[in-house]
């Protein structure tokens, strides 16, 4: 298939919603439960899911009402998971703050070598100033700077993973088990770091790991169009889908990257039930607010609006929703409402059944999901998604044996795994 629709699933702890849990099946440790992420795994591997992805956040949020979000080691556990599930790629999520680039890219490239080329490595500018306390006594470095060393984080580390390309044939020469040619220095010398190199670890079978990226302010538009070749993000309408991806791909372009290398995958929050009413009964279960007056009073104590005088059906303003380039929350979520009501006058009535957990909301019946799905990619607005979802297992098993029998009969969603790579899989170039 020359071209079809990409699904990425995220697997972190115990479901997407942060107050789902009491709703689902299993056991509340079920977050730090190895036989858990091995389930979710395998279930993704029969939906044919082109890889499990996983956020993280070092610092425990304290809300014990709240399930949490991250926990394991994501490169810990996928190393693991990568042994026992085979095909489907492993997306890591790892902070240029807070990591030095050799030592990512070793481990990242271990991985990446152990599991046959399926390491996706998601490089992320932490904005917490909780996670920058767990890190030492100097406070969270503005954006500007974050930023900067990213860039010059994924530079070093791209360096690194090319500096020594291991000839798979064997030597003639009986003195030497490899070629000492084919290692060399980077002698990087940058703002932020002194790396001499090479990497102890020769170059995998997809040149290095797929580079992902999550950021919507001009940074990290700037840091994706450079390096990102699967771009996470919050896309809630169709126009504002269009202009970010082809934002995305001009500056690609204007830093020389060939436009067609980059892959749009934006969130999005599924809800399914065997009719869009009962769908949107349990989109009141699992956000937690229990009824649609319960959405309508989470979304004003959100905006910071009084109750007592909140008109849940009047337009809102999109200047409710400007971001701070301070916030202690992501950027792109906030962008995203601001772009979705620049292109559509809603009100919080409506605008509480279009987004959750940060991302576009779908809900419905298994066939009204996988319309929803296949419209903006058919459309070429994006080149697939990463889906999340309120609940883990339950509604991943629901998604695997209702929604996807439904895309493979349309066409557009493969049966089997063909390609060797996760870098194959996603039509990318190799690196060299």
Not at 165 to 175: C, I, T, W, Y
Not at 246 to 251: H, L, Q, S
Request: net charge negative.
């Amino acid at each position: 298939m020359s071209h079809q629709l990409h699904l990425g699933i995220g697997i972190n702890s115990i479901g997407y919603l942060a107050r789902a849990w009491p709703y689902r099946t299993g056991q509340r440790n079920d977050f730090i439960n190895l036989e858990h992420y091995e389930r979710l795994t395998r279930l993704a591997h029969q939906g044919r899911f082109d890889a499990v992805f996983f956020s993280d956040h070092p610092a425990l949020m304290l809300d014990a009402t709240q399930r949490p979000l991250h926990s394991l080691d994501p490169l810990v556990l996928l190393a693991v998971l990568g042994a026992r599930v085979p095909d489907i790629g492993l997306a890591l999520t790892a902070s240029s703050t807070y990591n030095s680039p050799y030592n990512l890219a070793r481990r990242v490239a271990t991985l990446d070598h152990l599991s046959g080329g399926r390491a996706i490595l998601n490089i992320v500018s932490s904005f917490s100033p909780r996670v920058a306390q767990n890190f030492g006594a100097d406070p969270l470095p503005g954006r500007d700077e974050r930023y900067r060393r990213a860039h010059e984080f994924l530079e070093v580390s791209k360096a690194l993973w090319g500096s020594w390309r291991l000839s798979q044939q064997d030597s003639d020469d009986p003195e030497h088990l490899w070629d000492r040619a084919s290692a060399r220095d980077i002698d990087h010398h940058g703002e932020f770091f002194d790396v001499r190199g090479p990497l102890n670890i020769p170059s995998s079978a997809q040149g290095y790991p797929v580079i992902a990226q999550a950021g919507a302010s001009d940074q990290g538009i700037d840091l994706a169009a450079q390096h990102g070749e699967l771009i996470y993000c919050s896309l809630l309408n169709w126009q504002a889908a269009a202009e970010f991806g082809a934002r995305v791909r001009a500056r690609a372009s204007e830093l020389g990257r060939e436009p067609g290398s980059v892959r749009l995958l934006p969130g999005l929050v599924v809800i399914t039930a065997a009719s869009y009413e009962q769908a949107l009964r349990r989109h009141e279960q699992v956000s937690g607010a229990g009824s649609a007056d319960g959405l309508l009073a989470r979304f004003a104590q959100e905006i910071g609006a009084d109750l007592s005088s909140f008109d849940p059906d009047a337009v809102l303003d999109p200047d409710l929703f400007k971001s701070d380039p301070d916030q202690s929350r992501p950027i792109g979520f906030s962008q995203a409402l601001v772009e979705l009501l620049a292109h559509e006058p809603l009100t919080a009535r409506e605008i509480v059944r279009r987004y959750e957990g940060g991302h576009r909301l779908v809900l419905g019946t298994p066939e009204q999901v996988a319309h929803a799905i296949i419209e903006w990619w058919e459309a070429g607005l994006v080149d697939g998604y990463i889906i999340q979802l309120p609940n883990l297992p339950d509604d991943l098993q629901t998604f695997v044996a209702q929604v996807v029998p439904i895309l493979q009969a349309q066409g557009v969603y493969r049966r089997h795994y063909a390609e060797a790579t996760v870098r194959q899989r996603f039509g990318l170039p190799q690196p060299f």
